[in-house]
């Protein structure tokens, strides 16, 4: 099956920074997309990016699907920002990585 | 965007007892719907792919004696933990697209399972 992998698995920052999260995937997908999971375990849909540029607000993804790799961007960091972060890739059913958890302190 | 609804958002139950999770899609129809479940720290892993008017599929190592899924009409899919015990223990999410195959996933609120 298709593998997910997310980079870096941990990421603390100091509140104002910026940040690039890295999702590679090992096969052609039909789409790919960014959660952020908040600390009741709901999953907050940030993208539905399967190729190109998205932007909204603070954050913005790019995925190049001929590279097989997407990114999300968190500018000006927040203490809300704070949680898990998945992408994830769909083919048929949909397969996640193993997540980035964003410390972001005050 | 489309809206899915899990149905209870918790429950805690004694070991042995039947547990039945409810996961509905709101504003779409929905042939296929995906079950994961999530353990604490670690991501959400595919458990089954549910299809309506057919039976489900299942993951490698889930038992589908133990979890049962019934996919009875377009909107609404079951999972039933039967026997449940401690280990059984998981954060459950559901999820369903408008469209199948391909297109943006849409989750549910997730249901957190306790078995004493």
């Known amino acids: 099956g298709i593998q997910v992998e997310q980079s870096p698995p941990d990421l603390i920052l100091q509140e104002g920074a910026n940040s690039t999260l890295r999702c590679n995937f090992s096969?052609?997908?039909?789409?790919l997309q960014w959660f952020h999971q908040n600390p009741w375990g709901q999953l907050i849909n940030l993208f539905y990016i399967p190729s190109g540029t998205k932007q909204n607000g603070r954050l913005s993804a790019t995925t190049v699907a001929t590279e097989r790799y997407s990114l999300l961007y968190i500018s000006s960091s927040q203490t809300t920002d704070s949680g898990v972060y998945f992408c994830a890739v769909r083919l048929g059913d949909m397969r996640f990585g193993a997540g980035t958890r964003l410390t972001v302190k005050p | 965007g489309a809206v899915v609804s899990q149905h209870p958002s918790w429950v805690i139950c004694k070991s042995g007892t039947s547990v039945k999770i409810e996961c509905r899609s709101l504003d779409f129809q929905a042939t296929t719907m995906f079950w994961y479940r999530q353990f604490p720290k670690q991501s959400l892993m595919l458990m089954a792919t549910?299809?309506?008017?057919?039976?489900?599929?299942?993951e490698q190592g889930v038992e589908k004696d133990k979890f049962l899924i019934n996919h009875a009409s377009l909107t609404l899919s079951t999972l039933t933990v039967t026997s449940a015990h401690p280990e059984d223990s998981s954060f459950y999410i559901c999820s369903a697209s408008p469209r199948t195959n391909t297109g943006e996933l849409f989750f549910g609120e997730g249901s957190r399972l306790t078995v004493l």
């Open positions: 549910s299809n309506e008017g057919s039976k489900a599929t299942y």
């Open positions: 096969d052609s997908v039909n789409n």
